[in-house]
């Protein structure tokens, strides 16, 4: 390939897990800040999520929301966006979207930990609801191999609509709850915090607070956006892409959309980009 590749115009999918179009606020915070951290060139798209789930957080909800996150991106793949960033922290059908797409296709969760190992010794997960912690972080943290380098989790309280609330009012009560449970965090050994969610994420950024007690605040989203967007150009320029010895070892195209078209489902279904 061509070393004058990387300079082409690309096409990003930031993949949500939910009905973004329900939170306005929040998407086009994504859009801003990808303008601010990606190069010259470089589109982003925001996807979401059709339907909604309600009550509390359940793995059984996580499982429901799969089929709309797979369907959006898979369309964004046939649209021919060069890289997918999936905005939401439990990193929803990573794995299986690396075994059908070609593509890069990274997590914020994964690539925000291994992100924060490159800032400090250990870091902590600050998420916006306790049941996330117990029913998916601390596993995604075995996961990816990485417990020696967590010092710990923590929840804030702060549901998403309360987010998208305090993006566009007065945003101090949510940033001082955030402020004293990152210190808590801190003061537990974590030198590095990550914000466990896009959007909490987008509000740290949004209200400048990427320090704590000396500690770092990683801006998830932007190391996600950069991290994709490296990807697509070592694709590009030296041919760098998923492993297909293994664990990513995937379907052959064909059998991949035959698949793909026996479990479709709803056909009315829309596209939420």
Same mark, same amino acid.
């Given at each position: 390939m061509k070393p004058a590749m990387a300079q082409a115009p690309m096409r990003l999918l930031w993949q949500s897990s939910t009905p973004i179009t329900r939170y306005p606020a929040y998407n086009a915070a994504i859009v801003a800040h990808a303008a601010r951290?990606? *190069?010259?060139?470089?589109?982003? $798209?925001? *996807?979401?999520?059709?339907?909604? +789930?309600?009550? /509390?957080? /359940?793995?059984?909800?996580?499982?429901?929301?799969?089929?709309? #996150?797979?369907?959006? $991106?898979?369309?964004?793949?046939?649209?021919?966006?060069?890289g997918v960033? #999936?905005?939401c922290f439990l990193d929803p059908?990573?794995?299986?979207?690396?075994?059908?797409?070609? #593509? @890069?296709?990274l997590g914020i969760a994964e +690539?925000?930990?291994?992100?924060?190992?490159?800032?400090?010794?250990?870091?902590?997960?600050?998420?916006?609801v306790e049941?996330?912690?117990v029913k998916v972080y601390e596993g995604l943290v075995r996961q990816y191999g990485l417990e020696s380098r967590c010092a710990g989790m923590?929840?804030?309280?702060?549901?998403?609509?309360?987010?998208? +609330?305090?993006?566009?009012?007065? @945003?101090e009560p949510a940033l001082r709850l955030i402020r004293e449970t990152a210190a808590r965090l801190v003061a537990g050994g974590a030198? $590095?915090? $990550? @914000?466990?969610? *896009?959007?909490?994420?987008?509000?740290?950024?949004?209200? *400048?607070?990427?320090?704590?007690?000396?500690?770092?605040?990683l801006d998830v989203t932007g190391a996600l956006l950069k991290a994709t967007e490296s990807m697509v150009v070592l694709r590009r320029v030296s041919g760098t892409a998923v492993s297909r010895a293994g664990y990513y070892a995937g379907p052959q195209p064909a059998d991949r959309d035959r698949t793909l078209a026996a479990?479709?489902?709803?056909?009315?279904?829309?596209?939420?980009?």
């Open positions: 951290v990606l *190069g010259p060139g470089v589109e982003v $798209v925001v *996807g979401g999520t059709v339907r909604p +789930t309600y009550g /509390t957080y /359940t793995r059984a909800n996580f499982f429901l929301k799969s089929r709309d #996150i797979l369907d959006s $991106v898979m369309a964004a793949a046939r649209d021919g966006v060069d960033a #999936i905005g059908l990573l794995h299986e979207l690396r075994e059908f797409l070609d #593509i @890069p296709v +690539t925000g930990m291994h992100t924060a190992c490159l800032l400090g010794r250990r870091f902590a997960v600050l998420s916006h049941a996330l912690n923590a929840a804030v309280d702060l549901s998403m609509d309360r987010l998208e +609330t305090a993006m566009q009012q007065d @945003p030198e $590095v915090i $990550v @914000p466990g969610c *896009g959007l909490l994420n987008l509000f740290c950024v949004r209200n *400048g607070l990427s320090q704590v007690e000396g500690a770092t605040v479990f479709a489902g709803d056909s009315a279904r829309k596209d939420t980009r």
